[in-house]
Nanobody, 122 residues
């Protein structure tokens, strides 16, 4: 299983970006998917997740109401729509996959992709 995140870039505060994570391999619909981010000098933190069924989503309090996670099983892709971006949203964003998982914990038994840089200028 391989994951590839894309869509990062430089944006002004208040702007929007949409991140995409493509996952290779079969049975994408059986994976719970998550987004995490890591700012310089800080630990990686949870951002958002969606269950393998797509029926439930989870968000960090810091992004709730601004970010939306969704999945397109036909395209083996999970998206993160980020609106009203703030400088504190800056970091490298990673996607993760965990088979038949519902929740926020991707520390074990998960696949991780390369990150995509998001920079929000003030």
């Amino acid at each position: 299983v391989q994951l590839q995140a894309s869509g990062g870039g430089l944006v002004q505060a208040g702007g929007s970006l949409r991140l995409s994570c493509a996952i290779s391999g079969r049975s994408f619909s059986s994976y719970g998917m998550g987004w995490f981010r890591q700012a310089p000098g800080r630990e990686r933190e949870f951002v958002a997740a969606i269950t393998w069924s797509g029926s439930t989503t989870y968000y960090a309090d810091s992004v709730k109401g601004r970010f939306t996670i969704s999945r397109d099983n036909a395209k083996n892709t999970v998206l993160l729509q980020m609106n009203s971006l703030k400088p504190e949203d800056t970091g490298v964003y990673y996607c993760a996959a965990r088979v038949r998982y519902s929740g926020r914990d991707f520390n074990n038994d998960a696949y991780w992709g390369q990150g995509t840089q998001v920079t929000v200028s003030s």
